[in-house]
């Protein structure tokens, strides 16, 4: 089995980009259709006639590529081949791949939503063509789809807001003046900034919270944006961002002005979000779904649907999580 890498483009993004939120834009290719104009970011090819495609959000993004590195294992070990792009959150870019995979005649495809209107389109041109579609992260509500092999972010933010509060409490004194970093327009994203702010009222039900911002998932943004709700907000002292880049990047300036008693969560449970955790900095939790059991998990039930192994493949299937902290980070 050999591993293509179809689209040049893309290893110069891996290169030059590491966080969530950051594009790369292509170059068009000469070619015939909307759809042709879309490289793959990736492809693996298999022996065995089933052919299976994955679409993510964002290929350079750490979290994704692990996710990615779930489904290559189960690729390889099948001997299928694994059709790999992103929308990049570009719902024309989203529309022309799934074009392309339907011309490509492949058995089943994941997808992760870009907004839930632009996605909605695209399931209902795949229902129509006859592809099998399963949703990652997120349920598109009024579309076609065959599964949601998803987490629940909303009861992970929750849990961490929860432990927050409890680590306020026991380590600061004072009232706590909390910031969240947002991405609004995503139900996900939204999901979590709402849950943390409950599971951290549920603890303090009168915190006060200074800032909502969004930080586009983006760590210079949340550093950027977390410059300026300190200067706005001095006494802040509790930041939640939606992503661990985000929230990075909120550490990043916290740090650079001395406030050692500023404490700051995130989401995803990323690499370099343990790395600060286990330094023992301002950054305290994140919590962790796990990309690789995603990968695992979504490659498996796509190749049960190209099998027509549909009962297989149950409607939902929530992915593991935990809150990684101080305590528990050499375990992770």
């Known amino acids: 089995m050999k591993r293509m890498v179809i689209l040049v483009l893309s290893v110069l993004c891996m290169v030059a980009l590491t966080l969530f939120g950051v594009g790369c834009k292509e170059e068009s290719v000469p070619a015939e259709g909307a759809a042709a104009k879309i490289a793959v970011d990736e492809e693996i090819e298999g022996e065995r006639d089933i052919n299976i495609g994955m679409v993510v959000q964002w290929y350079a993004n750490e979290w994704y590529q692990e996710v990615l590195k779930g489904a290559r294992e189960v690729a390889e070990a099948e001997d299928v081949t694994l059709v790999i792009a992103s929308h990049e959150n570009d719902s024309a870019r989203e529309i022309a791949i799934m074009e392309d995979f339907i011309q490509k005649g492949l058995d089943a495809t994941s997808w992760v939503v870009s907004t839930e209107a632009a996605t909605k389109e695209v399931l209902w041109t795949a229902a129509k063509a006859g592809l099998p579609v399963i949703t990652n992260i997120l349920e598109v509500r009024g ?10 972010n909303y009861g992970g933010s929750y849990d961490c807001g929860v432990w927050a509060g409890n680590y306020f409490k026991e380590n600061r004194s004072g009232d706590p003046k909390l910031a969240i970093l947002t991405l ?3 139900g996900s994203t939204e999901d979590r900034a709402q849950g943390f702010i409950d599971g951290f009222k549920s603890v303090y039900p009168d915190a006060e919270i200074v800032a909502e911002q969004n930080a586009e998932g983006d760590m210079g943004k949340g550093m950027d944006l977390m410059e300026s709700i300190i200067q706005a907000n001095p006494d802040v002292n509790v930041v939640f961002g939606i992503n661990d880049p985000s929230a990075l990047g909120a550490a990043a300036a916290v740090e650079a002005a001395g406030l050692e008693d500023v404490i700051v969560f995130g989401f995803d449970g990323a690499a370099d979000a343990k790395k600060a955790i286990r330094e023992g900095g301002v950054y305290k939790a994140s919590v962790l779904v796990f990309p690789d059991e995603m990968g695992k998990k979504t490659a498996e039930a796509l190749i049960n649907l190209a099998l027509d192994d549909f009962e297989k493949v149950p409607f939902y299937h929530n992915i593991s999580r935990v809150i990684i902290t101080p305590e528990n980070i ?3």
């Open 143 to 152: 579309a076609p789809q065959v599964a949601v092999i998803k987490f629940d």
């Open 184 to 186: 609004p327009g995503y």
């Open 330 to 332: 050499s375990q992770y």
